[in-house]
């Protein structure tokens, strides 16, 4: 069974660039979540997908970032424009099981914002 | 306001003790919590899961304890070896379907 698949594995950005990062969540998978991990931090959840719905989005901040998942498949979030806090590793993660049960990460975009 | 705290930041053990991490929380009504294994540069692994009316869970060297009443959860990992060496994270899933993870405890263990 495939993981989750991220892209890009690492990106490198000046301050007010844009960025645009794409999750695919394992086959089947209806719930999809976003993270940001800054250095020596746990993940914070920014947004949360069922299917192509939003769960939650309490968390984005949403004057810079989004995020869609059109076909309750692949998503893909967006920074625009990027400050320098917004350096981290941005986290995909997917379930099968609604809100109860593992969470499968991918192996994250680490962004770096000069 | 709610609050996840994980033991110190890291914790060295010599190969072949028993690891133990803390995950306490405040203003939490977890229905269940999590533990993750991360390694440098990877995403996060999930290894147990507890719920909040169960007491203990095992599986192999990994046992994971929940207090409800201490509001406090004990993550040991038995017989340590060097290739247990990595962050772990505890997470507390609400029943309003909300996870929340904690910085997490980077665990060293010495050969």
């Known amino acids: 069974e495939a993981g989750v698949a991220q892209s890009p594995r690492y990106k490198i950005i000046e301050k007010r660039q844009s960025v645009a990062f794409w999750c695919n969540p394992i086959s089947g998978h209806a719930t999809l979540y976003w993270y940001q991990q800054i250095l020596g931090q746990g993940p914070k959840l920014l947004i949360q997908f069922q299917n192509n719905g939003v769960v939650d989005d309490s968390q984005l901040p949403k004057d810079r970032f989004s995020a869609e998942r059109l076909k309750g498949v692949d998503s893909t979030l967006k920074i625009q424009p990027a400050k320098l806090e917004d350096s981290a590793v941005y986290l995909c993660?997917?379930?099968?099981?609604?809100?109860?049960?593992?969470?499968?990460f991918g192996e994250g975009s680490r962004l770096t914002v000069l | 306001s709610q609050k996840i705290e994980q033991n110190s930041e890291a914790l060295n053990i010599q190969e072949g003790k028993t690891a133990t991490l803390t995950c306490n929380y405040t203003n939490y009504s977890p229905a269940y919590l999590q533990w993750y294994r991360q390694d440098p540069g990877r995403g996060p692994v999930f290894l147990l899961l507890i719920r909040e009316n169960e007491k203990e869970k095992r599986k192999e060297r990994l046992k994971v304890t929940f207090d409800t009443t201490l509001k406090q959860s004990l993550f040991h990992i038995t017989a340590s070896q060097p290739a247990d060496s990595a962050t772990y994270l505890c997470a507390l899933h609400t029943n309003a379907g909300k996870s929340t993870f904690g910085d997490g405890t980077t665990l060293t263990v010495k050969p």
């Open positions: 993660a997917s379930t099968g099981q609604g809100w109860v049960g593992e969470l499968f």
